[in-house]
């Protein structure tokens, strides 16, 4: 038995095993906080990269400045949003629809029959229903019958647009420690004259280990 564990630890296998064992140990091991005192006291965890909790946080801010906003509190009647080209210019693999789709959820929720979203057209933000392209294409199949096909003309334009951006940036402040800047930016643009209605920027800044990884 003794012959075979000592064997065992000079196995390249298993060397190998535990050198990376260890190295994930140590990567774990590598301390994240807010540096917002607020985002420390809210927030019961905290990665090197963005989390729900940062996309939800930037959402419920977003939606809160969009409602103090005078330009949004003077739109009249009910408004179509499409969601347009949303950047995502960080080191994080996420889609960008979670954001877009936790702002409207929330702008909905709070603000009751008034903004509604536009799947007929989109940009990177946002998703399109194809099958509302595909429907209107039954018109000219004459297995269909043409009293439940979809008349023309009944698609609604948008009125607003959203897009925005999200901005990574490392920067070391000492030795050990890094500080990590995500800044949200989102604005709402009208369509019919191409006037900024509203935009705002929302920062998150972590401090970190040099040797944290935001992935």
Known sequence: MREWILKGIHSPKIWVSCV???????GCGQQVSYVSKHDQESKKYVTAGLDYQDIEYAAKTAVQSMLASKE????QGKKVIAVSDVINDTEQHFDPQQLTQMVIQTLQEQV???YYVTRFV????????????KARKLRDNEEVN???TQEKGT???PD???SGKIIQRNARVSSTKQRIDYVFILSITSVHNGLEVWSHEFPITKLGSNKSVAW
């Open 20 to 26: 990376l064992g260890s190295l994930l140990l140590t």
């Open 72 to 75: 949004m509190q003077g739109l």
């Open 112 to 114: 009751k029959d008034k």
């Open 122 to 133: 989109a940009g990177s933000g946002g998703a399109t229903d194809q099958m509302i392209a």
């Open 146 to 148: 043409q009293e439940t």
């Open 155 to 157: 698609i609604r334009a």
């Open 160 to 162: 607003l647009s959203l």
